[in-house]
């Protein structure tokens, strides 16, 4: 897998570059999706450039990326077509609209027994705000994560440029600063035992992820510090690195079910860290189902030697189970 994790490593710098120029820049051009939620020329020029980098390396394996470019072919959107374009151009990419459409409609592949799943940004919203987001790239083969890069330019010291965390199960984690990808170093978990030390970070959105329930657990828990709040699955890499010993999602609307790209290379890269994952019933992620995680409820990552404890605190913290509920 060493040749995929070169691929996708290639391909998430190449991203990771547009996106910090379009965040340094005036305007991200905000374009609203059918559910509401923004969409930036950074999140369609990194799937554009991911894809191609992909489809170059590794021709044979779709992807299935979060966007597409339904919305950016029609007539109306010309404009903001030709922005991205620019923006493609700056990184050295020169490609006209229809190119740059069919690059970023490769990842509207369906998944099957070997594929890509790609965030080109996670956290648009903190992308928005000047916080936290991700560039998310992970191999599934048979619903196993095999290979992961997880590109996060707001982590780590300014001079770094942002932080890639890449993996392959079964050989560890290890992360280099985006401005010199050669000099990278092992991802370790943290080693805490102590759960009252522990630091819990979660969404800042308080749609994604039950802030009043995370409470409740961290005051069962007996955390001494609050809450770290972070978008995107930088959550995941601040695990992985020693940042954080937990991260929860709880589950906020009972009908949401967790995209696939929204967690395959965060999870392989606290796995491959001594981390664990789970969702919030004890169930590992089931990557088998599709493009969403429609067998698990929201997630629970930790540490590794916490888990127990943290997963008992979130199962007992569940009040649409306690008798009565809802009578
Ligand atoms: P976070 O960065 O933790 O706020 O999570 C961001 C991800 O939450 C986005 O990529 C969305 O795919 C996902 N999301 C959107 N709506 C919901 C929802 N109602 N519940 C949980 N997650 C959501
Ligand atoms: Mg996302």
Redesign the pocket.
């Known amino acids: 897998m060493e040749n995929e994790l070169h691929a996708a490593q290639t391909a998430v710098h190449e991203a990771i570059g547009l996106c910090r120029a379009v965040q340094d820049g005036i305007d991200p051009g905000v374009l609203e999706k059918h559910d509401r939620?923004p969409v930036t020329i950074a999140d369609l020029g990194s799937q554009a450039l991911i894809c191609r980098s992909l489809a170059t390396a590794l021709p044979d394996d779709p992807v299935v990326g979060?966007e597409d470019a339904l919305t950016l072919r029609q007539p109306e959107q010309a404009e903001f077509l030709d922005r991205i374009a620019r923006q493609l151009s700056a990184r050295g990419v020169d490609a006209d609209p229809e190119t740059i459409c069919d690059w970023i409609d490769k990842g509207a592949a369906d998944p099957c027994d070997r594929f890509w799943t790609l965030?080109p940004i996670?956290?648009?919203?903190?992308f928005l705000r000047g916080d936290q987001y991700a560039v998310a790239l992970a191999l599934i083969v048979d619903g196993q994560v095999e290979v992961a890069v997880l590109g996060c330019p707001g982590l780590g010291s300014p001079e770094d440029g942002g932080l890639v965390f890449s993996a392959i199960r079964g050989s560890g984690a290890r992360v280099a600063p985006a401005s010199d990808p050669a000099d990278s170093r092992p991802v370790v978990a943290s080693d805490c035992n102590d759960v009252t030390q522990a630091r819990l970070c979660?969404?800042?959105?308080s749609?994604?992820?039950s802030h009043d329930r995370s409470k409740r657990i961290a005051q069962a828990l007996g955390l001494e510090t609050d809450s770290v709040k972070?978008?995107?699955?930088a959550?995941y890499a601040t695990v992985a690195d020693s940042g954080a010993e937990i991260y929860l999602?709880l589950?906020?609307?009972s009908d949401?079910v967790?995209?696939i790209w929204?967690h395959a290379a965060g999870s392989l890269v606290v796995t491959e860290s001594g981390g664990t994952v789970s969702d919030t019933l004890g169930q590992p992620l089931d990557f088998s189902c599709g493009r969403t995680l429609s067998k698990n409820t929201g997630v629970v990552v930790s540490n590794g030697p916490l888990h127990e404890q943290v997963l008992k605190a979130v199962m007992a913290s569940d009040t649409s189970r306690d008798p009565g509920h809802g009578h």
């Not at 979660?202 to 959105?205: D, L, P």
Request: negative net charge.
């Open positions: 939620s979060e965030d996670d956290g648009t919203k903190g979660e969404s800042v959105e749609a994604h992820s972070l978008d995107s699955q959550k999602k589950p906020v609307d949401y967790e995209k929204d």
